[in-house]
T-cell receptor
Framework: DTGVSQNPRHKITKRGQNVTFRCDPI?????LYWYRQTLGQGPEFLTY????????KSRLLSDRFSAERPKGSFSTLEIQRTEQGDSAMYLC????????????????FGPGTRLTVL | TQLLEQSPQFLSIQEGENLTVYCNSS?????LQWYRQEPGEGPVLLVT?????EVKKLKRLTFQFGDARKDSSLHITAAQPGDTGLYLC??????????FGPGTRLSVLP
């Protein structure tokens, strides 16, 4: 188990271009989360998956954003027609949702992908 | 909407001093996590607390979960420059999305 990995670590793109980020969660974890973090702020929830099902999306996730987790393992986050306001750190986290009756659902984060839109 | 507040927002202290940072909410959480984040990196989990009134110790760090599971504190004894970072609390649990506070940025000066 090598933890949560994210690729690329850094991405610089021009406004209007599309970008795609990848997240590989801890192998036995069934939940996967995407967050966005801007400088000086805590992470803001974007969306999460339980296995391959996308269970919730934040209103922060505009139509230009799409996330997939096709086989319930790795996930991709795509941003179409990037804008300068999309510049941020995009974080992925995974957790193992426990069976009913337990309440601990601790999430583990990857190192993030830093996006800069010029 | 569940919100978490953290205080203070910034804290700068000398090496060897003690400090406490706080995480407060009007909502009840089934679990609460504390993370430390360094610039350019993802948050690293320090501890998870799940029981009201629970106290956990991690070397010089002491974490407490409020009795009503709405607030938490992190106390650091004899702070060291290596403790410098952004301390984040996050509330959540099974069936809930995680909500993060804005963080406390700690700077420990040698």
């Amino acid at each position: 188990d090598t933890g949560v990995s994210q690729n690329p670590r850094h991405k610089i793109t021009k406004r209007g271009q599309n970008v795609t980020f990848r997240c590989d969660p801890i192998s036995e974890h069934n939940r996967l989360y995407w967050y966005r973090q801007t400088l000086g702020q805590g992470p803001e929830f974007l969306t999460y998956f339980q296995n391959e099902a996308q269970l919730e999306k934040s209103r922060l996730l505009s139509d230009r954003f799409s996330a997939e987790r096709p086989k319930g393992s790795f996930s991709t986050l795509e941003i179409q027609r990037t804008e300068q306001g999309d510049s941020a750190m995009y974080l992925c986290a995974s957790s193992s949702a426990q069976a009913s009756g337990t309440s601990t659902d601790t999430q583990y984060f990857g190192p993030g992908t830093r996006l800069t839109v010029l | 909407t569940q919100l978490l507040e953290q205080s203070p927002q910034f804290l700068s202290i000398q090496e060897g001093e003690n400090l406490t940072v706080y995480c407060n909410s009007s909502s009840v959480f089934s679990s609460l996590q504390w993370y430390r984040q360094e610039p350019g990196e993802g948050p690293v989990l320090l501890v998870t607390v799940v029981t009201g009134g629970e106290v956990k110790k991690l070397k010089r760090l002491t974490f407490q979960f409020g009795d009503a599971r709405k607030d938490s504190s992190l106390h650091i004894t004899a702070a060291q420059p290596g403790d410098t970072g952004l301390y984040l609390c996050a509330g959540g649990g099974y069936g809930q999305n995680f909500v993060f506070g804005p963080g406390t940025r700690l700077s420990v000066l040698p």
